[in-house]
């Protein structure tokens, strides 16, 4: 059983501005059936820029519903730029708080909402096509995950769960999530310069993890031999020698990788 | 505010102390509290209470014998004390097999069991959530140590031909040994353990009306197994710790009650699960039904609502006093919805509002005529807030309704 606040309970029993626009002037979409919840927001803009309707269709749970509701109320007759500097968190205090692991619904009304008023300025919407995924049962994306970090200040993967579902059904990606809100909450602090050692054993775990055994399995494997800042000069073994794609794998994986875990200045140098 | 109606249509989470029940357990709180291992004749009493309590629950599982019948807190604990028991007795085989829709008592405890380094094998179902029992004879090995299938799904309802595979595995291996979790069948249907090749089964008393905190476990007398519990010399030295005199007595008296009502169960109590069935499926073109099996218990059925999502559903239904549950995912928290509807294939149109409903012997039929009347008013107002208005004309199409 949840503990919903008044104000939740309020909301999905009496639904505001449930429903939709014809000729609206903007609709937002986010979530989607299989992913358990989704929303479709529809606004009507005057000519001054106000929002003057706002109405909604959702797919979801009590606290989705709520969501939605409660940021009809929020943003009509504002202007759309307004509206815009809505963030998640407002939604939720707004609803009187929502349970940790409800949290995404709020970050779904907010997803809805910038989707809306990207449409509202024929922006182009930021699709997952050319993304890296992180949660596949959710189809969640690395920008995605690295942003809602960065404004909700979320500190662990449980967290991350919590305010966009990421991680929350098979958890094979809990890992990846960990990382990146490493990354994420390291950059934040402007990572300080490693030295040359410490440069070494990180290229060197990162071999281990991640390139090693993917090289190991088409009999090959990689070997650091020396690092000059961002350069990084390496020696392909065993089968990947006489491959006549290793400069490919070097460029495509190994740079990659590294360029990923460390920066974005790496380079590979094949001696 | 006034008196809230209450409708409880989820006895498959737990239900009500029969009163009866309630009544023979409360002079063994106060009045008879003695030790049953203690000599003098004010524990020796409640020694004997016990012994009786073991033969009637005997009965019930159809045992040969009381000393097959062993007092534990729960179904888990009865999943865990067989499953385990079974393992640390004999460990000469790693190979495990169950089901993929087991209960998370039992699921659980083998994703544990993988971890610690056996292997597993997790058998499917069909699209109406029948075994496939092909697959699972297939599975089977000489180093496969034991096969454990859940008698009633506590979802769908679905019986699993529990004896006939008890048997045929025997007859491929005849040391892998069989743990039926009976926990949704008992007082549903009759248990019947004795002729059957099944070793173990487990079950519990809060889902037929006895309180939460004790259940069974049934172990063949020719199965060794090695306690979880070490201690004194309770329950034959396979079960440590002072036995919970009262509620021991209260599942004896539950387990008598329940044996009595299966003809009830059987006829009236299936009656009003069909009518509710009916009522909700006739009338609620978003509607379908998760599992058309001949062969379920007679007091559960599981929903599909399309397009809409089964919290929602609950909480709607809360606040007209009606309770349920839900395999959606929203409800538990996990994100994830029900693996058993995943595992049937359910389509996803209707995963995330799929609703359990499951009666008991109390159900009465104003709480199912009520529960018919009100279920398309509150499925119509969570309709209209659905972003698939396309998708659900289609279908009010496709199902011919104008």
């Given at each position: ?230 350069e990084i000069k390496v020696k392909l073994t065993g089968r990947c020698q006489s491959c006549s ?27 | ?90 460990k000469s085989k790693n190979h495990l097999i169950t089901t993929k829709v087991e209960h998370a ?298």
């Open positions: 059983m949840w503990n919903y606040s008044e104000t939740v309970m309020d909301h999905y029993r009496n639904p505001r501005n449930a429903g939709s626009i014809e000729n609206a002037d903007a609709i937002g979409e986010a979530g989607s059936l299989s992913c358990g919840d989704m929303l479709k927001l529809y606004l009507k803009v005057d000519k001054n820029g106000i929002i003057t309707d706002a109405k909604f269709q959702t797919f979801g749970c009590g606290s989705a519903v709520a969501s939605s509701s409660i940021m009809t109320e929020m943003i009509i007759g504002k202007h759309i730029d307004e509206a815009r500097k809505l963030t998640n968190k407002q939604i939720a205090e707004a609803l009187g708080g929502l349970p940790p692991e409800k949290m995404h619904c709020s970050v779904m009304g907010h997803e809805a909402l910038e989707a809306a008023i990207a449409n509202y300025y024929h922006e182009d919407v930021k699709t997952n096509a050319d993304e890296e995924i992180i949660c596949k049962c959710f189809d969640i994306s690395k920008s995605f995950l690295e942003n809602e970090i960065k404004t909700n200040n979320l500190k662990t993967v449980d967290e991350v769960t919590n305010y966009t579902k990421a991680g929350g059904a098979c958890g094979k990606c809990r890992g990846r999530i960990q990382e990146i809100l490493d990354s994420v909450n390291n950059n934040f602090q402007e990572a300080p310069k490693l030295t040359k050692t410490q440069m070494i054993i990180k290229i060197n775990n990162i071999i281990e993890k991640y390139i090693s055994p993917e090289l190991r399995k088409d009999g090959g494997d990689i070997e650091l031999i020396d690092v000059d800042e961002n794609r290793s400069n490919l794998t070097l460029t495509h994986f190994v740079e990659a990788m590294l360029k990923e875990h460390i920066n974005e200045n790496i380079k590979i140098i094949q001696v | 505010m006034t008196d809230k109606k209450l409708i409880y249509l989820d006895n498959n989470a737990t239900t009500k102390v029969d009163e009866k029940v309630l009544e023979v357990m409360l002079p063994y709180f106060s009045q008879y509290y003695g030790n049953p291992s203690s000599i003098y004749e004010f524990g020796g009493k409640n020694q004997r209470a016990i012994k009786e309590a073991r033969e009637t629950i005997k009965d019930f599982f159809g045992a040969r014998s009381a000393k097959e019948i062993f007092f534990t807190a729960s179904g888990s604990e009865s999943a865990n004390m067989a499953i385990r028991g079974i393992l640390n007795a004999d008592c039992v699921l659980n405890l083998y994703k544990q069991l993988e971890k610690e380094g056996y292997n597993v094998t997790y058998i499917g179902v069909n699209s109406d959530g029948e075994l496939n029992t092909d697959e699972l004879y297939a599975a089977v090995n000489e180093k496969t140590a034991l096969v454990s299938c859940m008698y009633a799904n506590n979802e769908t309802g679905i019986i699993f031909p529990v004896e006939e595979i008890a048997q045929k595995v025997k007859s491929i291996n005849k040391d892998t040994k069989v743990y039926v979790d009976a926990v949704q069948a008992a007082g549903k249907i009759k248990l019947d353990v004795q002729n059957t090749d099944i070793d173990m089964m487990g079950i519990s008393g809060h889902k037929f009306h006895a309180p939460k905190g004790i259940g069974s476990l049934y172990v063949k007398s020719s199965v060794l197994l090695s306690p979880l519990v070490i201690g004194g010399h309770q329950e034959n030295g396979k079960r440590a710790g002072t036995e919970n005199v009262p509620f021991i007595i209260g599942l004896a008296k539950a387990a008598q009650l329940a044996q009595d009502a299966l003809p009830y169960e059987a006829t009236k109590v299936k009656e009003l699960r069909d009518k509710l069935e009916n009522g909700i499926l006739s009338k609620i073109y978003n509607a379908r039904l998760n599992s058309s099996a001949y062969n379920r218990v007679p007091n559960t059925t599981n929903i599909g609502f399309e397009y809409i999502e089964g919290e929602l559903i609950l909480l709607n239904l809360d606040d007209i006093g009606i309770c349920a549950s839900s395999g959606s995912a929203c409800t538990s928290g996990s994100l994830d919805p029900s693996h058993v509807l995943k595992a049937m294939g359910v389509p996803f149109t209707a995963l995330h509002g799929s609703i359990r409903f499951s009666l008991s012997r109390y159900t009465t039929e104003d709480e199912i005529n009520y529960t018919i009347e009100k279920m398309p008013e509150v499925v119509n107002k969570l309709t209209a807030l659905s972003p698939f208005q396309k998708e659900l004309k289609e279908l009010k199409e496709r199902k011919g309704i104008a």
